[in-house]
């Protein structure tokens, strides 16, 4: 059985807590389409780096990292509200770009099975 670190515990909860307060109480329309993908925090619990992506595109993107910098003083204080730590860890968002690369490959992928699927009509 694998155990896990109590930052990685931490972090777990943090990414939870802050999806949630997200969706559900954060009222700023910039930040409406994001998805908090990974956690980490330092091991003094200092900062903690939450990594997001979001389903608008990329001309969106520097307005959504705005919202999210306006809103992190409001997302520390509520979520001190909901995990009790000595020290409540200063939040950096960072964009995850990691999905959208994925979905750019698959579609790739897709493409170059389709041509190879898709009759040589040169060869008649």
Known sequence: MK???????????????????????????????VTLTDVEVTADYAHAKVFYTTLAGAEHQAEIAKGLVAASRFL??????????????????????????????????????????APDTKEQ
């Open 76 to 117: 520390r204080r509520e979520l001190g509200k909901r995990i009790h730590l000595h020290h409540l860890p200063e939040l950096h968002f960072v964009f995850d770009s990691s999905v959208e690369r994925g979905t750019y490959l698959s579609h790739l992928i897709d493409q170059a099975v389709q041509s190879q699927d």
């Open 3 to 33: 155990s896990f670190s109590r930052a990685s515990r931490v972090a777990e909860q943090i990414r939870r807590e802050l999806a949630e307060l997200i969706q559900l109480e954060l009222k700023d329309p910039r930040v409406n389409l």
